[in-house]
């Protein structure tokens, strides 16, 4: 997929837009919102978006299947899911356990119009527009993220738009991040470290960053490298992956300092 490259002022725009778009849909504050979109940079447009209105984001991971997946939707209380065409086959076979969830906007295929039983609208397709913003406060609720569900059921952890904020200032402070660092992050946005480390921690500074599709080790560098990254975000066994790659001229040519 070609790389977009957007400015914070494009995306505060696309962001506002989708709010209104959003309550043209009757999405009102306090109302939960599924996303299941990889690595794209609409899941920005759609992430503010929700934010903006007061409605609350639930990031759900892509690789969820059947009832882990069912739980996720039903539990969260979304009535509306954003959706990758790639994942309607999941979200299709887990629709039948969450039946609060009755509609779908769907990216890069136009053509439906019903996925089990939900009315289908295409996200390029939504009406876009203006809407009045409600005021919001640091404590309200801005998103709803769900644990690996490792000892029973994955648990919804509530956060608030202060969390969201609070995680991006410290991340930006501890590593010293400024205006003119671009961070890399190959992590998932609807993981922890995606959408706090790396894109909280970018706009509280007003750094760049750059979001790749997947970690890929044979790619890591030349990431780096093209993009100008000064940072970058790791967790696990990345380092030891990178490092058993084998060695190439012009590795050590970077400028990475954190």
Not at 8 to 31: S, V
Not at 130 to 137: A, F, G, I
Request: charged content about 20%; overall charge neutral; some cysteine.
């Amino acid at each position: 997929r070609r790389t977009a490259v957007l400015s914070y002022r494009d995306l505060n725009e696309r962001a506002r837009l989708f709010a209104g778009a959003l309550a043209a849909l009757g999405i009102k504050r306090g109302d939960t919102v599924a996303i299941v979109l990889s690595n794209r940079w609409e899941y920005l447009e759609v992430w503010w978006g929700i934010c903006l209105l007061g409605a609350i984001e639930v990031p759900v991971n892509v690789g969820l299947k059947g009832k882990l997946l069912a739980h996720v939707l039903h539990d969260s209380l979304a009535e509306i899911a954003i959706v990758e065409a790639g994942f309607l086959r999941e979200i299709e076979a887990a629709l039948p356990q969450a039946p609060g969830l009755k509609r779908l906007v769907v990216l890069d295929d136009d053509t439906l119009r019903t996925v089990g039983g939900r009315h289908v609208i295409g996200f390029d397709a939504l009406p876009r527009a203006h809407t009045e913003l409600p005021p919001m406060r640091y404590g309200d609720l801005a998103g709803v993220m769900y644990t690996s569900g490792s000892t029973g059921s994955a648990k919804g952890v509530m956060l608030s738009h202060n969390y969201f904020l609070r995680f991006g200032e410290e991340k930006a402070r501890h590593l010293r991040t400024g205006p003119s660092d671009v961070i890399h992050n190959c992590y998932p946005m609807f993981n922890a470290s995606g959408q706090f480390e790396a894109v909280m921690a970018a706009m509280m500074v007003g750094a760049t960053l750059y979001q790749a599709p997947r970690f890929s080790a044979s790619r890591f560098w030349d990431e780096i490298q093209r993009h100008r990254c000064t940072e970058f975000i790791y967790m696990g066994g990345i380092l030891s992956i990178l490092e058993k790659q084998p060695p190439r001229p012009g590795d050590a040519d970077h400028g990475i300092r954190a």
